[in-house]
Nanobody
Framework: QVQLVESGGGLVQAGDSLRLSCTAS????????MAWFRQAPGKEREFVAA????????VFADSVKGRFTISRDNAKNTIYLQMDTLKPEDTAVYYCAASDNHYGTVTSYHYWGQGTQVTVSS
């Protein structure tokens, strides 16, 4: 069974930075593509960023490109989302997800964490 636990959310001001972490319970995350999604109040969950198994390849939603960075430490079974220059519209619950498919196939993420709240005040 795959369990994902996010941490690092909180309340920040516009322009601030925040780093989210996601630790996985599986024996190794090397075999999984990993991603971050988010869901704002009243909106559907949306893709934010994904990273390949090796960590070499990444992809981002246009709305966060240039501001967010995704990375992974397979030795620690952990992935990260560094969020810089945060905006009020980044306010959402952020979810970590894992997939045994290609990292860019956003519909293939079947394992989810519980989410962590990020609130950006103006």
């Amino acid at each position: 069974q795959v369990q994902l636990v996010e941490s690092g959310g909180g309340l920040v001001q516009a322009g601030d930075s925040l780093r989210l972490s996601c630790t996985a319970s599986m024996r190794t995350i090397n075999n999984y593509a990993m991603a971050w999604f988010r869901q704002a109040p009243g909106k559907e969950r949306e893709f934010v960023a994904a990273i390949s198994r090796s960590g070499i390849s990444t992809v981002f939603a246009d709305s966060v490109k240039g501001r967010f960075t995704i990375s992974r430490d397979n030795a620690k079974n952990t992935i990260y989302l560094q969020m810089d220059t945060l905006k009020p519209e980044d306010t959402a619950v952020y979810y970590c997800a894992a997939s045994d498919n290609h990292y860019g196939t956003v519909t293939s993420y079947h394992y989810w964490g519980q989410g962590t709240q990020v609130t950006v005040s103006s």
